[in-house]
């Protein structure tokens, strides 16, 4: 298996555009995790999915970002318009239950200019 | 609600000796605890968890982590470090009932030839 993919590697916007980050989980994992890391906050959960369904999206800063998984194999996490704070690396992550613990893709670098 | 405390931001340490990344938390419930590590614009590597049993755990790498209850505490250590343990360390911990694992604030190893 590949791992969890992740595109693209950098992604480099102006404040405004919409933005949409790409997640391939591990095939067979049912949980799938969206976080993003930066220095002053570190690593922040924004929404996971179980078996494709939203679970928990309280993470998620405001409405300006969405995120959706349409099958058990792609999920994708928009932000719609971006803005300059959002800058970070953006992880996906996924699970076959999570007393295994996770494997993370190697994210998606997000700079807003 | 869950949480992770790495009281160091930067731990530094000579070759060859051993070293000690601290970790406490805080669950309702049994905890079930972690330690991933990520080295320069890598994503997280999994590196040993603790579920239930021995307290003292055996991961990658060479690494350990002691589990201890009455301390809340699950410090993760190495016997000898060597320079290419260099890295940014997380602890993790999920709750009874949760499936969502919450992240310390990582800790920087800096392992000095």
């Known amino acids: 298996d590949a791992g969890v993919i992740q595109s693209p590697r950098h992604e480099v916007t102006e404040m405004g555009q919409e933005v949409t980050l790409r997640c391939k989980p591990i095939?067979?994992?049912?949980?799938l995790f969206w976080y993003r890391q930066t220095m002053m906050r570190g690593l922040e959960l924004l929404i996971y999915f179980n078996n494709n369904v939203p679970i928990d999206d309280s993470g998620m800063p405001e409405d300006r970002f969405s995120a959706k998984m349409p099958n058990a194999s792609f999920s994708t996490l928009k932000i719609q318009p971006s803005e300059p704070r959002d800058s970070a690396v953006y992880f996906c992550a996924s699970s076959l239950k999570s007393l295994y613990g996770y494997t993370f893709g190697s994210g998606t670098r997000l700079t807003v200019v | 609600a869950q949480s992770v405390a790495q009281p160091e931001d930067q731990v530094n340490v000579a070759e060859g000796n051993p070293l000690t990344v601290k970790c406490t938390y805080s669950v309702s419930g049994n905890p079930y605890l972690f330690w991933y590590v990520q080295y320069p614009n890598r994503g997280l590597q999994f590196l040993l968890k603790y579920i239930t049993g021995d307290n003292l755990v055996k991961g990658s790498y060479g690494f350990e982590a002691e589990f201890n209850k009455s301390q809340t505490s699950f410090h993760l250590k190495k016997p000898s470090a060597l320079v290419s343990d260099s890295a940014l360390y997380f602890c993790?911990?999920?709750?009874?009932?949760?499936?969502?694992?919450?992240f310390g604030k990582g800790t920087k190893l800096s392992v000095i030839p």
């Open positions: 993790a911990v999920i709750g009874a009932g949760s499936y969502q694992l919450t």
């Open positions: 095939s067979g994992h049912d949980y």
